[in-house]
């Protein structure tokens, strides 16, 4: 969600679920609006489409975002994991120019390769909790769908229900 | 948008151009939870991603939903080409059980083929009007980005700007 009130939709890279839980983890640049845009609504809704199984996920979940300088060990841990597997040439755009300027020279696109033990401070750990998955199936006549909802009265456990639906 | 405030995110067809404009066209069931996110935030954002030439474009734009009645002749008239251009299986899903029921009876889901040339009630016709283009190209050493504006001045023209940018 945009600040102002409208949405903003765009494709980002699944980088694997944060160890242990259900939690799906993605690699987000501080300079990017994603970081406005989630301080102002930290709710957001990942599409997924299959194209060869006709399949559909939509998942709503909660957003969290691992900044340098993060107090829980764990998430701390899970983001300098997570640059270690990004390649040189996915480090190598945290030290691009600055997003959304105009363009700048080649030249700049050429940086030192960051050191791959040691996250830059432009980094971020994305975490997406989610608490509704919505699955339709194209295939197969009529279509299935199915509604997934997670309980909210204990957050600390993850208590799941399934419901077959009308697609 | 939710009308709580949470972003709704979903794939949906690209049914071609409203004739002349460069509004996109999309098929719309008047069930479903679309029609109250949009009476509720008008302005929604497509992001399309074309895995073969690595790029992706997300579009910006106001929605505008083309119900039965609808006073202006123009779209009702493109309400009804479009239902015509539908497959009778596309047809055939706005006589299907209530979306997001309890799963019917699969009988239920085969009723009598709707007339090609009578629009049902529950068929809507929905339109994107961009004014801003957001284009990256993955390729290349380093990525392209380029953003497209559309004057806001005189909405009666459609004025374009585009600005390289840094990806």
């Given at each position: 969600?945009?600040?102002?009130?409208?949405?903003?939709?765009?494709?980002?890279?699944?980088?694997?679920?944060?160890?242990?839980?259900?939690?799906?983890?993605?690699?987000?640049?501080?300079?990017?609006?994603?970081?406005?845009?989630?301080?102002?609504?930290p709710w957001?809704?990942?599409?997924?489409?299959?194209?060869?199984?006709?399949?559909?996920?939509?998942?709503?979940g909660q957003l969290?975002?691992?900044?340098?300088?993060?107090?829980?060990?764990?998430?701390?841990?899970?983001?300098?994991?997570?640059?270690?597997?990004?390649?040189?040439?996915?480090?190598?755009?945290?030290?691009?120019?600055?997003?959304?300027?105009?363009?700048?020279?080649?030249?700049?696109?050429?940086?030192?390769?960051?050191?791959?033990?040691?996250?830059?401070?432009?980094?971020?750990?994305?975490?997406?909790d989610?608490?509704?998955?919505?699955?339709?199936?194209?295939?197969?006549?009529?279509?299935?769908?199915?509604?997934?909802?997670?309980?909210?009265?204990?957050?600390?456990?993850?208590?799941?229900?399934?419901?077959?639906?009308?697609?």
């Amino acid at each position: 969600m945009r600040p102002d009130g409208r949405p903003a939709n765009r494709t980002i890279v699944f980088r694997d679920y944060l160890p242990d839980t259900n939690q799906l983890q993605f690699a987000v640049d501080r300079r990017s609006l994603k970081i406005e845009q989630i301080a102002h609504q930290p709710w957001g809704e990942l599409c997924w489409y299959f194209s060869d199984t006709r399949e559909q996920f939509r998942l709503l979940g909660q957003l969290t975002l691992v900044q340098e300088g993060q107090d829980d060990p764990l998430l701390d841990k899970a983001r300098q994991v997570l640059w270690q597997k990004l390649s040189d040439a996915g480090r190598v755009q945290f030290s691009w120019p600055e997003p959304r300027e105009p363009r700048a020279e080649n030249e700049a696109f050429h940086p030192p390769a960051p050191d791959p033990n040691m996250p830059l401070p432009q980094f971020c750990l994305l975490l997406l909790d989610p608490v509704e998955v919505d699955h339709l199936e194209l295939r197969g006549d009529p279509q299935n769908r199915w509604w997934y909802g997670r309980s909210q009265d204990d957050p600390t456990q993850e208590i799941w229900s399934v419901q077959a639906i009308n697609p």
